[in-house]
Nanobody, 125 residues
């Protein structure tokens, strides 16, 4: 069974940075897409970024392009989301997700198969 466990959330001031990590286990993820989403209470889950398991072909939501970077460390079975220049609008719960097959540009939450439990990011003004 695939398990995704996020860590690294917390409280940061506007303009600050955080790095989220997602530890993956339970499968061989070679063909998988790994992604990050975020969701505020009462809203839909929004795509943030995704990448191949090997670390190639990253793509981002327009709202985070140039500020966030997704990457992988296969030796650690971990996916990262480096978040820079954070603003209060980035405050929400961030979720790690995995999709069995990578297809560039897939952003719908329903197209991802596995999810972590989420980690809270709070950016104070």
């Amino acid at each position: 069974q695939v398990q995704l466990v996020e860590s690294g959330g917390g409280l940061v001031h506007t303009g600050g940075a955080l790095r989220l990590a997602c530890a993956a286990s339970g499968r061989t993820f070679t063909t998988y897409a790994m992604g990050w989403f975020r969701q505020a209470p009462g809203t839909e889950r929004d795509f943030v970024a995704a990448i191949t398991w090997s670390g190639g072909n990253p793509y981002y939501a327009e709202s985070v392009k140039g500020r966030f970077t997704i990457s992988t460390d296969n030796a650690k079975n971990t996916v990262y989301l480096q978040m820079n220049s954070l603003t209060p609008e980035d405050t929400t719960v961030y979720y790690c997700a995995a999709r069995v097959k990578f297809i560039f540009g897939v952003t719908a939450p329903d197209d991802f198969n596995y999810w972590g439990q989420g980690t809270q990011v709070t950016v104070s003004s």
